[in-house]
């Protein structure tokens, strides 16, 4: 795949800078509401980041993908981890989840090699 997962994670934290200032309340609820549902509970905040990965792939978003494989990554998910929710999102979504599975494996590769 030609997407650059870096590149795709910038430019949506760009964004967000512009709708932070462009909707102040909106983001406010919202980030505040994804703070809340994604602190650690019952479930970690690994399980979460990674339940949110398969969701993204099952709805085929490449900037939600790119920025939650980063965030799985950072919470402690490993590469076979976050093959296997995959694998749930494909059962979920079929042959177009499967093919965003690439995406994926594209941005482990990638923001790995970053450290």
């Given at each position: 795949m030609s997407k650059d997962p870096k590149a795709i994670i910038e430019q949506v934290k760009n964004r967000q800078r512009e709708m932070r200032d462009g909707l102040p309340?909106?983001?406010k609820?919202?980030?505040g509401?994804?703070?809340?549902?994604?602190?650690?509970?019952v479930l970690s905040h690994k399980v979460?980041?990674?339940?949110?990965?398969g969701i993204a792939v099952a709805i085929r978003c490449d900037p939600c993908i790119?920025?939650?494989?980063?965030l799985c990554l950072k919470a402690g998910a490993t590469r076979e981890e976050i093959l296997e929710v995959?694998?749930?999102?494909?059962?979920m979504g079929g042959?177009?989840?499967?093919?965003y599975t690439a995406f994926v494996?594209?941005?482990v590769d990638a923001l790995q090699e970053q450290g």
């Open positions: 309340d909106v983001m609820g919202f980030f509401m994804l703070q809340a549902a994604e602190k650690d509970g979460k980041e990674l339940v949110t990965l790119a920025i939650h494989v980063e995959c694998g749930v999102a494909i059962a042959g177009p989840s499967y093919t494996l594209d941005c």
